[in-house]
């Protein structure tokens, strides 16, 4: 890969992009053929934000999970969502202890760096919201006492779009607290031969290999914050998001905090290819994954088999592109 990072930063930029690329390449030995979902995956990871991963079921969700938390040298704790888990399960409880006379805190499955959410529409209404407090602030108050998470701490949600029985589906103020929303789809032919291949014997996770820790990937993204974002480039996102609130075939569009994830995310993306600022061609590539769902669509757009993404291909196509921008 070329770099184009600024002189003054370019060799320890240089070796922090080599040791991304070899993150992404070590969940690619478990992860056969879906190279895009795992860099969005990793650049939302840097970014600071949140996943949530939409498919039918055996595609790889938690495989992916479980990878890029083994990959990353981080812990990872998974909550299976059933309508029956409490909240307490997720941000933890106070217990009684006779031996001290005092009440501990036990842990909930948030204290941990990569949470996976398994079918988080399963979970009741007070279960979900309990998570996405603790996504928003970083932090669970029990009984009056505020614990932090560890960083870099991230929720990796997954659903099942086609099963709605016995669901509570994510009301759109919670999804908008997920950066983005991927969908990992079926594999090819060679793919799926591939991974067949691979499991006769063995799970290919065992062969991944920690390339990073949880100090290193604070420092990954100290770096990412300080990625250029022009004049000129915060305002084709501000613009991108902005014509999701006048167009006539949605009916809500994206909040300011729209904005912000793009921006982010954006910035984690550049760095990922090798720039220390950020081009139209990366707020581009991320536009539908970061905004297709903190939107509603019209009845009108529905009736013409429009989804999301659609709509927004075609909105983009109304905002000036600056194609050259200072960094």
């Known amino acids: ?3 184009d990072y600024s002189p ?8 922090a992009n080599e040791l991304i690329q070899s993150l992404i390449s070590q969940v690619e030995k478990v992860v056969i053929g879906k190279h895009t979902e795992i860099v969005m995956l990793v650049t939302a990871m840097l970014a600071g934000g949140h996943v949530l991963i939409e498919d039918v079921p055996g595609v790889g969700k ?5 990878a890029l938390s083994k990959a990353a040298g981080l812990k990872f704790n998974r909550a299976q969502f059933t309508p029956d888990v409490m909240a307490s399960d ?4 106070s217990i009684y202890n006779r031996q001290k006379e005092q009440f501990e805190f036990k842990q909930g499955l948030v204290m941990t760096n990569i949470l996976l959410a398994d079918e988080i529409n399963r979970a009741s209404p007070k279960t979900q919201s309990a998570l996405l407090e603790a996504m928003e602030e970083g932090a669970v108050t029990v009984d009056g006492t505020t614990y932090k998470m560890p960083k870099p701490f991230m929720v990796i949600a997954t659903q099942n779009p086609t099963g709605y ?4 589906p994510l009301p759109e103020a919670q999804l908008d607290r997920f950066v983005l929303r991927l969908s990992m789809g079926y594999p090819n032919l060679q793919e799926e031969m591939t991974l067949i291949s691979d499991r006769k014997t063995s799970n290919p996770l065992e062969l991944v290999t920690p390339v990073t820790d949880a100090e290193s990937l604070n420092d990954l993204r100290r770096m ?8 000129e480039i915060a305002k084709f996102i501000v613009s991108l998001v902005g014509e999701t609130r006048k167009s006539d075939k949605i009916t809500l569009g994206a909040s300011p905090r729209a904005s912000l994830a ?3 995310l954006s910035q984690a993306y550049a760095f990922i290819r090798g720039r ?3 081009l139209a061609e990366d707020v581009s590539a991320l536009y539908a994954p970061c905004v297709a769902h903190r939107i509603m669509l019209s009845q009108e757009a529905r009736l013409e088999k429009k989804t999301a993404a659609d709509v927004l291909a075609e909105l983009s196509r109304t905002v000036e592109v600056p194609y050259r921008t200072n960094r």
């Not at 938690?62 to 479980?66: C, I």
């Not at 029985?165 to 509570?168: A, P, S």
């Open 90 to 93: 997720i941000t933890g409880f």
């Open 62 to 66: 938690t495989t992916l999970a479980a």
């Open 224 to 231: 990412v914050s300080e990625v250029k974002v022009s004049a």
């Open 262 to 264: 793009l921006m982010k």
């Open 1 to 3: 890969m070329k770099f």
């Open 8 to 15: 003054e930063i370019s060799e320890k930029a240089e070796k």
């Open 165 to 168: 029985i016995g669901t509570y």
């Open 276 to 278: 220390d600022y950020v």
